[in-house]
C-alpha cells in the first residue's frame, strides 16, 4: 500500500524524539568513516579476513563473523563491511525502541514514545560503541544477533513456534559469530519453562539452535578430528586459572604431561590472563599450533584441577574481574595494547607487518587507516566524554532486578530474559577468559530493556501506592436515617 503525505507527517510526528536521536546517531557514524577511512584494526581482525579468504572452521575464529567478510568480499572494501556494521548499529537502536513500545510488555500501554527514545541513547549514542562498529571485528553483528533473538521472543504476550525457530536461529548464528552466545540458549530455556510457554515453542527452538551447530561441528569435526564449535575452550579456561593456580596444592594430580603448564612465578607477580595464551611460554613448550587439539585438552584438563583445588582463589579471580565492569572511569586494561585498540587514533595506522597480503587479497586499496581532521578529532573528543560508566550500568542492572523481584506475578517474568541475558554477557567472560571493554557493550541493550520495564512497572506501584483509596459516599436515605436516630 502507498504510503501518503500526511501518513508519513504523523509517523514522524508520533516518533519524532526517536527519529531526532537515529538522525544524530547516523551523523556520528558518518563522521567517523569521514575521519577513520575506511576502517579500523584490530589484534583479531587479519585472522578474520585469513578464515574468509581460506574457508575452514577454524580453531580460535569460528565461521560466522568470516562467511559474512567472505560475502561482502566481491566489494573488494573493508569501508563496506564497517558501513554495514555501523548500519547493524542503528538497527539495534530501532529494535530496542520498538520493542519498548510495545503494550503487553508494561501491563497494557507500551513506554512513552519520548521514554522509549531516550532509553535508546546508550546504544545509539555511545562513542565506545561507534568506535567498536568501526573497528574490523564480530561485535556488531553478534549484538544484533541477540537482540533480534530476544526480541523475537518478547514481541508477542506468547511466542508462537515460528518465533521459536527464528529466536534459535538467531542465537544458533551468534554462537557461530562468538560462542559466549551458546549458553545464552540455556538462558532461553529456563525464561521459556519459567513461563510455562508450550512446549513446541522451545522444541522448535531447540531445534533451530541444535541443527546447524551439529553440522558446523560435524564440518569441524572432519577438518580437526573433534566433535566441536572450536578448538580454543580449553587454552583460554587454562590462561584464566593461570592468574591463580598454585600447582603445589595439586601437583599430586597432575600427570607427567601437564606440568609443563605450572610456574614458579608467584600469582601476584603473574601478566593478565591473555599473556597465557599469546605470549607466555607454558603453551609454547608443547609441539605444534597453540590450539592444537591434545594442548587444549591438556590446559582444559589442568585447569579444572586448578578450579576445584583453589575454588575460593577462582570465585575472588571472577568477581574481581567482574567488578572491573561497574568502575566509573575506565582504567587502562587489560594492557596498553589492547586498551588502545579501543580509541580512536591521533595518526595514520598501517597494516601489522606480515598481513599486508591477507589484507590486499580483501581490500582494493590495500592500506590500513587513514586519519582525516576535523572529523577525527572530533570523534576522538567525543569519545572520551559521550559513553556509559561502568558505575551507572550497575544501577540499570539493579533497577530491572528490583522491578522483578518486587513486582513478579503482575509484571509477568518478561524483564527476567533481558536481565538474564545482560548478567549471562557479563559473568561469562570474566568466568571463562577474562574481563575486556568490548564485552560489556553487547549487555547494554538487555540492561536496559529490563530496567525500562522496570522502571515502568514500579512507578505505577508507587503511584497506587501514594493515591489514598477512594471512600464509597453512603446512599442520601442511609444518611438520613443516621441523622433522625
Known amino acids: 500500500m502507498r504510503l501518503s503525505a500526511v501518513s508519513v507527517r ?3 510526528a508520533r516518533h519524532r524524539v526517536f527519529l531526532a536521536v537515529l538522525a544524530v546517531a547516523f551523523a556520528l557514524r558518518v563522521i567517523t568513516t569521514l575521519g577513520f577511512r575506511w576502517a579500523l584494526w584490530f589484534s583479531d581482525s587479519y585472522d578474520y579476513l585469513d578464515v574468509a579468504i581460506h574457508p575452514r572452521p577454524d580453531p580460535v575464529r569460528t565461521f560466522g563473523y568470516p562467511f559474512l567478510l567472505m560475502v561482502l568480499k566481491p566489494f573488494h572494501s573493508v569501508g563496506v563491511v564497517v558501513a554495514l ?23 497494557g500501554r507500551g513506554l512513552p514514545a519520548w521514554i522509549a527514545a531516550l532509553a535508546t541513547v546508550p546504544v545509539l549514542l555511545d562513542g565506545n560503541q561507534i568506535q567498536l562498529e568501526h573497528l574490523v571485528l564480530s561485535d556488531a553483528a553478534f549484538e544484533l544477533m541477540i537482540v533480534g533473538a530476544v526480541a523475537i521472543i518478547l514481541w508477542r504476550p506468547v511466542p508462537t513456534w515460528k518465533a521459536g525457530i527464528y529466536a534459535g536461529l538467531l542465537l544458533a548464528a551468534a554462537s557461530l559469530t562468538r560462542t559466549v552466545a551458546l549458553p545464552l540458549f540455556l538462558v532461553l530455556v529456563v525464561y521459556l519453562v519459567v513461563r510455562r510457554v508450550n512446549w513446541w515453542v522451545l522444541a522448535a527452538a531447540a531445534a533451530a539452535v541444535v541443527v546447524p551447530l551439529a553440522g558446523y561441528a560435524g564440518w569441524y569435526s572432519a577438518e580437526n578430528g573433534k566433535f566441536a564449535l572450536s578448538g580454543s575452550d580449553g587454552v583460554f579456561l587454562y590462561s584464566r586459572t593461570m592468574t591463580f593456580a598454585d600447582c603445589d596444592k595439586f601437583l599430586d594430580e597432575l600427570p607427567p604431561d601437564e606440568t609443563p603448564l605450572c610456574t614458579r612465578t608467584p600469582p601476584s607477580k603473574r601478566p593478565v590472563s591473555h599473556f597465557y595464551v599469546w605470549e607466555e611460554e607454558q603453551i609454547f613448550r608443547y609441539p605444534g599450533g597453540t590450539f592444537a587439539s591434545y594442548k587444549s585438552d591438556l590446559a582444559r584438563d589442568f585447569a579444572k ?7 575460593g582463589d577462582y570465585a575472588r579471580t571472577v568477581l574481581r574481574d567482574f567488578g572491573r565492569t561497574f568502575t566509573w572511569g575506565r582504567p587502562v586494561y587489560p594492557d596498553p595494547k589492547t586498551y588502545g585498540q579501543y580509541l580512536f587514533p591521533k595518526g595514520d595506522v598501517g597494516i601489522r607487518p606480515g598481513r599486508e597480503g591477507i589484507v590486499a587479497r580483501y581490500d582494493s586499496q590495500k592500506r590500513g587507516t587513514r586519519v582525516v581532521e576535523p572529523y577525527a578529532g572530533f570523534m576522538r573528543g567525543y569519545q572520551k566524554i559521550v559513553r556509559l560508566p ?7 542492572l539493579l533497577v530491572g532486578l528490583a522491578g522483578i523481584v518486587r513486582r513478579w506475578r503482575e509484571f509477568g517474568g518478561y524483564a527476567l530474559l533481558p536481565w538474564s541475558v545482560a548478567m549471562a554477557l557479563l559473568v561469562i567472560p570474566p568466568a571463562t577468559v577474562l574481563f ?21 512497572d514500579l512507578l505505577a506501584w508507587y503511584r497506587t501506592r501514594r493515591t489514598p483509596p477512594a471512600v464509597a459516599e453512603e446512599p442520601a436515605e442511609e444518611k438520613e436515617l443516621a441523622a433522625a436516630s
Request: contains cysteine; proline residues 7%; hydrophobic residues 55%.
Open 10 to 12: 504523523s509517523f514522524c
Open 390 to 396: 561502568g558505575t551507572l550500568l550497575g544501577v540499570i
Open 436 to 456: 575486556d571493554y568490548r564485552y560489556v557493550l553487547p549487555a547494554v541493550p538487555f540492561a536496559i530493556v529490563a530496567a525500562a520495564m522496570a522502571v515502568k
Open 305 to 311: 584441577k586448578a578450579i576445584m583445588a583453589q575454588p
Open 85 to 107: 556494521q555501523h548500519l547493524m548499529g542503528l538497527a539495534v537502536g530501532v529494535i530496542i525502541y520498538g520493542l519498548l513500545r510495545r503494550p503487553h510488555l508494561f501491563r
